[in-house]
């Protein structure tokens, strides 16, 4: 996932778990419409600020997506997921 250049992901810990927050760089689109976009195309991601309201204004911030992959996600949700981000990006690019 890191390597979608078009994303700035909050948090890149090596020890991190299944679950990861992203923005479109410069706030290219919104973590609403990204969510709204990836919905359409069958992957569910939460976007807003996910209770963490006083973080998201010290990282500049007025929301982000998050996805989370737990044992029942495989490759082909991750695939999906990434095609899903790929076609918004190429709304805006």
């Known amino acids: 996932m890191y390597d979608l250049d078009f994303l700035d992901f909050q948090g890149k810990a090596s020890n991190k778990g299944g679950i990861f927050s992203f923005t479109m760089k410069e706030n290219k689109l919104h973590a609403h419409d990204i969510a709204t976009i990836v919905d359409q195309k069958g992957v ?11 973080l998201l204004d010290h990282l500049g911030l007025n929301a982000t997506c998050r996805a989370s992959l737990a044992l029942y996600n495989n490759e082909e949700d991750i695939d999906q997921l990434v095609d899903a981000l790929k076609f918004a990006f190429t709304l805006i690019d």
């Not at 569910?44 to 006083?54: E, I, L, M, T």
Request: some cysteine.
């Open 44 to 54: 569910a991601v939460r976007a807003g600020h996910h209770c963490a309201q006083p």
